[in-house]
């Protein structure tokens, strides 16, 4: 089974997770990478690391492109490069990852996360002005 782990600036992969959890249950397969305040990249790399060792088939979801988070990984990753990275993580991600591995299907992070950012108010019916 592939591994997803979700980075961040402070506590958003956490409580990403958690969000995906409320939704699809548990889910032992997803790590939590957080850079918190006190850290520095090194700190951020280290624990990163750690995460994804000794797995093969891993898919990292980045908050921010640009951030530390993003920007340790996406080095690890060019000195490493095997594992898959993206940057703008939202919850339509996470459960597009989960749902593709229930049914053994490669997901479209991308396609879902962005069908995911809807501005609703075009979506509410809004009465006829008389």
């Known amino acids: 089974m592939s591994k997803l782990v979700l980075i961040s600036h402070g506590s958003f992969s956490a409580a990403l997770k958690s969000s995906a959890e409320m939704i699809m249950g548990p889910q032992p397969e997803i790590a939590t990478v957080s850079l918190e305040p006190s850290e520095g990249p090194e700190d951020f ?13 891993v898919t990292v979801l980045a908050d921010l492109k640009g951030g530390t988070p993003s920007n340790v990984a996406a080095a690890v990753l060019a000195e490493t490069g095997n594992f898959d990275l993206y940057a703008g993580a939202n919850l339509p991600m996470v459960i597009s990852y989960l749902n593709a591995e229930m049914l053994g299907m490669k997901p479209e992070l991308i396609k879902d996360g962005q069908a995911g950012v809807v501005y609703i108010n075009d979506l509410v019916n809004k009465p006829a002005h008389h």
């Open 45 to 57: 790399r280290k624990k990163f690391e750690a995460a994804i060792a000794g797995s093969t088939d």
